[in-house]
Each structure stands twice: as C-alpha cells, then as structure tokens.
C-alpha cells in the first residue's frame, strides 16, 4: 500500500528552466511534508518542508506548493542547474511524535547543459 | 552527515547468517530510525527508536530487531539474512526542538546476501 504517490519516476530538465516533482498522499493526519535531495553513494538530506497550515513555501530557488484539499504537494526547482541532478524524494510524516516519515518512490532528475 | 557513522560501509554475506549493522550518533538525538532503500520503493521504515531500550516496529519490521542500550547506538540485526533483504540500509536520527523534527540521515550501508 503506497501511503504517498510521488510523479514522474524521472525527468530531464534544460538549465534553467523549472523542475516540477508531484506528489499524493492518502492519510489526511499527515501533517509534515519534507523533500529530500539524495546524491549517489550519499544519504537523503532535507531540502526543504512545509506543514499544512501554509499553502506555499519559498528557499531560494526550492519552492514547495501544498494543496490541503487535494492532498496534494509539489517541488518545483527554479532555474534549474546541472548541479541538481539528483533524486528526490517527497515524504510524509507527524510531528506529534518521532519523525517516521513515509515516502515517495523517488524522481531522478536530469539537468541537461 | 550531522554526526551519523553507519558500519560497516559495505557488506557481503551468505543466506542464513546473521548480520548485525551499527549506527552511531554523537548529536544526542532521542530518536533514531532504520530505514531500507530498493528501486521502485524509496525508503521504508523497518524500526525505530524513541529512547535508550524503547523500540517499535516499522512498515517492513519482519526478518529485522534492533536494540539501543545507548542513546549514542541502535543496532540493526537480520536474524538469518535472505536474498530479499539485500538493499542499501539508512540509519536516520531526528530531535523534536523548535525548528521542528528534521530527520538526518547517514552514509548508508549496502547489503548484498549471497
């Protein structure tokens, strides 16, 4: 059962130009939602998180979009630079207790020169 | 790696062994987790730990016991490896403060049973 559906499986991007990750969930007591970035031979390390109260969440070029309703978020990547092919993973978690997140299948993405 | 060493890197091991992998925080973190990585799945939580001698079961939990006599160690066991659990093995910690739950993750350890 896949708590948290995350599109496309891969992607190829231009420099410069925007990277857009989807995800789904399906538990509505979700209420903590992180993306990873994950380079070769490396662990997951957070890029950026939002929590449900805010629909949106801007850091630098990382942008997270949230829709409550549709339970519904996405990563976008502005600007786009080889330097960020990697694989990203979405995930859902509580905050209530400890972080067990639950996460996506991963995307890889390619940033093309 | 915020303080996270996973040991050993890299593991071969015959079906029907034990294997144990250690993770090591110097962060103090209350929480720490393992979580296994496959192609197609992304990661999934086998077990976690909210204290010394506190452990719970994850989604994947089966064939896995873990053991933290240590809030520095959390100790993943395969009682008797099999080909499905080879994978590459993540150990995470986290610490509930006012930034919020960041989970941190290691290096990873890549576990081939043969």
């Known amino acids: 059962q896949q708590q948290v559906k995350q599109s496309p499986q891969s992607l190829i991007v231009q420099k410069g130009g925007i990277s857009i990750i989807n995800c789904a969930y399906e538990?509505?007591?979700?209420?903590?939602f992180p993306w990873y970035q994950q380079f070769p031979g490396k662990g997951p390390a957070l890029l950026i998180a939002?929590?449900?109260?805010?629909s949106e969440k801007k850091e630098g070029r990382f942008t997270i979009s949230f829709n409550k309703s549709a339970k519904q978020f996405s990563l976008h990547i502005m600007d786009s630079q080889p330097g960020d092919s990697a694989t990203y993973f979405c995930a859902a978690g509580y905050t209530g207790t400890a972080s067990k997140l639950t996460f996506g299948t991963g995307t890889r993405l390619q940033v093309t020169l | 790696d915020a303080g996270i060493t996973q040991s050993p890197r890299h593991k071969v091991t015959e079906t029907g062994t034990p294997v144990t992998l250690r993770c090591h925080q110097t962060?103090?973190?209350?929480?720490m987790y393992w979580y296994r990585q496959d192609p197609g799945h992304g990661l999934r939580l086998i077990h976690y730990s909210y204290g010394v001698k506190d452990t719970d079961k994850g989604e994947v939990s089966d064939g896995y016991s873990v053991s933290r006599s240590k809030t520095e160690d959390f100790l993943l066991t395969l009682e008797s490896a099999t080909s499905s659990q080879t994978s590459v093995y993540f150990c995470?910690?986290?610490?509930?403060?006012?930034?919020?739950?960041?989970?941190?993750f290691g290096q990873g350890t890549r576990l081939t049973v043969v």
């Open positions: 995470a910690i986290s610490e509930r403060d006012s930034r919020g739950i960041e989970a941190f």
């Open positions: 962060e103090n973190h209350r929480y």
């Open positions: 939002i929590r449900p109260d805010v």
């Open positions: 538990n509505t007591a979700f209420d903590y």
